[in-house]
């Protein structure tokens, strides 16, 4: 790893500090893997990997929506919850967590708009 990389690693503790964060990593939009804090059995290069596809399918839909990008994508499953966000222009976070640990909320407005 160089300097640059261990400053974005350096970022991504207090993420991983939480109980119950698996795991905390920056990656570019094609799934390559730039810095990441996990847990030891868990593939960040696998992990990574299938994010870019999803990272590139949500820009192909925010395409036909008339959006540039969205602002963040979560996937909840029964024993984890993945959240991906931009990081800046080029990164996107992504965390994974255990689903009491990393929740997603939303609702729905009733309000005539």
Do not use: W
């Not at 698996?22 to 960040?44: N, T």
């Not at 696998?46 to 959006?67: D, K, P, Y």
């Amino acid at each position: 790893m160089n300097s640059h990389s261990d400053a974005f690693t350096n970022r991504l503790a207090p993420y991983r500090d939480v109980p119950g964060m698996l795991a905390a990593l920056l990656i570019s939009r094609d799934g390559l893997v730039i810095a990441a804090d996990a847990e030891p059995d868990f593939d960040v290069e696998a992990f990574a990997a299938q994010a870019g596809g999803v990272i590139q399918s949500s820009l192909r839909l925010a395409m036909e929506l008339g959006e540039s990008a969205a602002k963040y994508i979560a996937v909840e499953f029964e024993q984890a919850t993945m959240v991906l966000a931009p990081f800046n222009n080029e990164l996107t976070l992504a965390l994974v967590g255990r689903p009491q640990t990393l929740r997603c909320h939303y609702s729905i407005s009733t309000a005539v708009i």
